[in-house]
């Protein structure tokens, strides 16, 4: 429902001319008019303070046109009229006097003005729900999870490409030193005498020379490892935010509706306590209840997606609180049993 909605206010949106007519705003929604309108009256579809800049074309000079008052009219999806009312129009015209072009500005009142606009271009049209993109508030669980399991598959994917690709095999001392001697110093035989090192890789070699080349060579793969893990954690902490926010909505779709059970086991006490007393009373503690549980939901919301706390914490701490008060609420009220009991008379 909520994309069937979005969908069909982005094919008003797109195709209602007047939709997006704002006051004190330029609205060029119509091809050949601008639009600049002072006040608009919703309720009525009034216009105050019209000015429509007409641009010129093969049937229509250039004008300008001022009115008091006026208002949009549609009997079909192919054209629209506007109705002004005490205004003037001023024209810009082009006339040949003694075989000389001059333009001449004429300006003529009106009490009564009407213009009509073809919209067949703009005809209004449902397009397809299933052709916009969704997102996590317009997809329903099944799909949400879908996106779930694939984010935190691609996270498993890319922890585990880093880890293969920065896996290396051990090389016993005699090993390293044949592999440096061929391919790196293979005439090395006057090198000078190995720095002494704590590291016990760095403490085989019998040259400085080689020991600089496995230095070298072990900075470089720590550098490029280092670049690898930075950028796969990048990667995992954007779907990881991901993740929640999907597991937040899909927390929600199950939260929400359950709420309206839980307000009943605690608006049906409340009305039953306050039978017998002021309306009020029973309002306000109702309103407490409400307020708590709406701020408790949108906190948690933005906390769980901030990752502060679980999503199941961020969508259901005051659903389970609440419940636990109307059950007790309940409970007290529909038998003689009191909480209280547990704890009195035990001697």
């Not at 067949?120 to 299933?130: E, G, H, I, L, T």
Request: aromatic share 10%.
């Amino acid at each position: 429902s909520n994309q069937r909605a979005r969908s069909l206010f982005l094919d008003i949106r797109t195709k209602k001319p007047g939709f997006d007519l704002k006051e004190n705003e330029f609205y060029d929604g119509i091809e050949g008019y601008t639009f600049l309108v002072k006040n608009i009256t919703n309720e009525s579809d009034s216009l105050y303070n019209v000015t429509l800049f007409q641009e010129p074309s093969s049937n229509e000079q250039e004008a300008i046109i001022r009115a008091q008052r006026g208002h949009l009219e549609s009997s079909s999806d192919q054209t629209m009229t506007l109705y002004l009312y005490d205004g003037s129009v001023l024209r810009y015209l082009n006339r040949i006097e003694n075989g000389k072009k001059t333009n001449v500005l004429e300006e003529t009142s009106f009490q009564r003005h009407r213009i009509s606009f073809d919209l067949s271009a703009m005809a209004f049209n449902r397009s397809n729900p299933d052709k916009h993109s969704r997102n996590d508030r317009t997809m329903d669980i099944k799909a949400m999870r879908a996106v779930v399991d694939t984010l935190a598959k691609e996270i498993q994917n890319e922890k585990e490409q880093v880890y293969s690709q920065n896996t290396f095999e051990p090389l016993q001392s005699g090993e390293i030193m044949t592999h440096n001697r061929q391919n790196v110093l293979p005439n090395d035989t006057t090198a000078k005498e190995p720095y002494p090192s704590q590291y016990v890789i760095l403490q085989e070699p019998s040259s400085r020379a080689l020991q600089q080349v496995i230095y070298t060579d072990a900075l470089s793969e720590l550098r490029s490892y280092r670049s690898s893990y930075e950028s796969m954690m990048v990667n995992t902490n954007w779907r990881t935010n991901r993740i929640a926010k999907y597991w937040v909505e899909i927390h929600k779709k199950i939260a929400l509706p359950l709420a309206c059970i839980i307000f009943v086991l605690i608006g049906a006490p409340i009305g039953m306590y306050t039978k017998k007393g002021n309306l009020g009373y029973a309002a306000l503690i109702s309103a407490g209840f409400l307020t708590f549980f709406w701020i408790a939901i949108i906190q948690g919301e933005k906390l769980a997606d901030r990752l502060f706390i679980s999503p199941f914490t961020g969508m259901w701490f005051a659903n389970i609180l609440l419940g636990i008060i109307g059950i007790i609420m309940v409970i007290n009220i529909s038998t003689p049993f009191q909480i209280s009991n547990l704890w009195k008379n035990r001697d």
